[in-house]
């Protein structure tokens, strides 16, 4: 038990202590902090007087250097923190480095190298091939042999809370018209996002039982998504411009050490993976269970347990041909979808692609997201003793599309 | 002129002076370094002393910094490195610091940021639909719409020189079994790509005309392919593990200050491209001729001028829906092919997907590449004066898959 005043139901309990970058109004300088109850430990601080021999870690105000750091210096800094907050003796010394989690600004918490999404639900992919390609087998013909997944732009994640542009872009309207302007079908997915640490070397697959030699934690993921120009460009090489424009993190990374109770079975498998692939006997499941929320109003309560392809699966196949780790990779899950009509983590799903629009409490209906609408993904995991380890949420808020020149037609551009 | 002793005709002249970053086996720090002739100029130590004022640039010894710097400081710092090794009376300052071209190690030069693949030859396009989909339109619907891309894995972007180590990854085989093992259809794509320098605002689209405000300069880039494994893993999502075990790019990046006699109309475009994407009236097409080499043998000359979409569209694209740029992106053309057989810039049109395998001299075939064989793509550009602007070569060797315990059955995995 924490001396500080936080309940045992708190998901930021002492059994959480996610990692985040943030900054206060008296002090611009990004930290390390750690949030516990509804504060935020200022770790940069303490690790300066406490743990000096780990301080340079934290000295720069993000997680790179702790990524970096490996297994055992991860279970040495939580092990310093979890004393420091439950033995009354360091009351004195940690309780004036503890800043209301109210006041600060939370930072993306470290600098993305590459940025990979999988499509690892198998309801959401038979969901999306049953609207897409009605009539044939929903699932492309290599769905089950590797967990598919394609490469983001990284330098498009951004951190909750930051605001989400509604792009521009070309899309074939209904009757074949090719068109460029704002998106008219934005679209969220609701993801979990698994942060590495540790690099691997070039040409070293990473075997399934070193999952957690390499990736330090979790975070929740929204995988904004333009519906309209993805399916007007995704043939033959896949999602890009309908999936660069804003991918938003949660801004706390929960380390693996929280997730110990959180790990399940996943579902079975036919036909059986490959052996690089084949987890048999193996619980690399994330009982994660998230819920979104469109402007306040539950939508959806996506369940992590039974994806599919599970991490370490999604690790290994990543690695399988060779490409290294960096620190700061991240790669996500794919929407998460449950099979269940309220666990799909998509408009697109929720919607029946816009057959089946929401009504919101008020009489408001949604089948894509409107400007101003802001969609809240939060989740939660198991943890020790009947307790949850929260993962927070991640927040964004759509805004118009900027007039540019850009979006007027040739008319204009040649007077 | 020089007073080096460099002949006018030479493709690393003085009306080329592209930068890189090197080392020595006297001086392992890295350096700046600008290629003149047969040698290198050591920028870092140069700057030092006669531009006090930018060394600051080149301290670090890659050239990220002066990426960032924009168009004002790069024309000032070409401009002084002109003067230095033209006018004699720098001669004494500046000999010093020149080192003989053999005896330098080039590293890769830049932090790569994100990288994206194009596929903006049309003749390679058509081919390869032609080879997939024969009888169907060679060209997806899409193709002469938009510049199609997609993001690449920038962690596996390496220097000319690195070994290519051959990715294992499943595939399907022809009488539908999949199995994991050693890529078998390993092949090269001869590219050209652009380098970012000056990062562009979040949310605002960088319009055809300020390609020269962002694009710092060219190299060559070789984008290896796995057919096989990209053959089986790409529908829906896209190249991904097929091409990400390393993507070479030539040390020495050309600024676009080198090129002004490079520029070239693009082919003529039906239909007319969207207003954004409209260059009627512009020359931006880039008159890079490339030759691939095979064990020492030529076997293509790929020329960059007529590729339909130009890397001003591809950057407008890129851009369109808000996505920023940040200083180190890396944008590559795709396989660069022309309308003749021996212009192709891939082995998977060179040889019609292994139905017309090369014949190299003594005898040898090649379908794809096998292990030990060494791919060399030069290129070079027209210059001021009837000289050319060398962009020097990207250069590879493939090594053999090595042996891991992934690549054995499941009775070895299972004793």
Known sequence: MTWLDVPRTHPFGIQTLPYGSFTTPDGPVPRVG???????LDLTAAAATLLPEQAGLFAAGGLDPLLAAGPPVWAAVRAAVTEWLTEPRHRAAVEP?????????????????????????????ANVGRIFRP???????????????????????????????R???????????????????????????????????????????????????????????????QAWEYTPLGPFLGKSFGTSVSPWVVPLAALEHAWVAPP????????????TGRTDGLDLAMEVRLGGHPIAQPPGAGMYWTPAQQLAHLTSGGAPLRTGDVYASGTVSGPEP?????L?????????????????????????????????????GGTRVGFGEVRGRILPTPQTSDQEGPEQLRP
């Open 34 to 40: 750690v949030a516990i109850g509804d504060d935020v």
């Open 348 to 384: 697109l799903e929720l919607t029946w692609n816009g057959a089946e629009p929401l009504t919101l409490p008020g009489g408001e209906t949604r089948a894509f997201l409107e400007d101003g609408d802001e969609v809240v993904i939060s989740g939660s995991a198991p943890g020790p």
């Open 268 to 279: 079975p498998r036919d036909p059986r993976p490959l052996p690089y692939l084949d987890d």
């Open 135 to 165: 009539g044939s087998d929903p699932l492309p013909p290599n769905w089950k042999h590797q967990p598919l997944g394609y490469h983001g732009r990284a330098g498009t994640v951004v951190v909750s809370g930051t605001p989400v542009v």
């Open 97 to 125: 480095l503890i800043v209301p989690a109210s006041e600060v600004s939370l930072l993306l918490p470290f600098t993305v190298a590459d940025y990979v999404d999988f499509y690892s639900s198998e309801h959401h992919a």
């Open 342 to 346: 309220g666990q799909r983590g998509s």
């Open 167 to 229: 792009p521009a872009g070309q899309r074939r309207t209904a009757d074949g018209e090719v068109v460029f302007g704002p998106s008219t079908r934005l679209d969220i997915e609701a993801e979990i996002a698994y942060v590495v640490g540790v690099p691997s070397t070039p040409g070293r697959p990473v075997a399934l039982g070193e999952f957690a030699d390499h990736v330090f934690g979790v975070c929740l993921l929204n995988d904004w998504s333009a519906r309209d120009i």
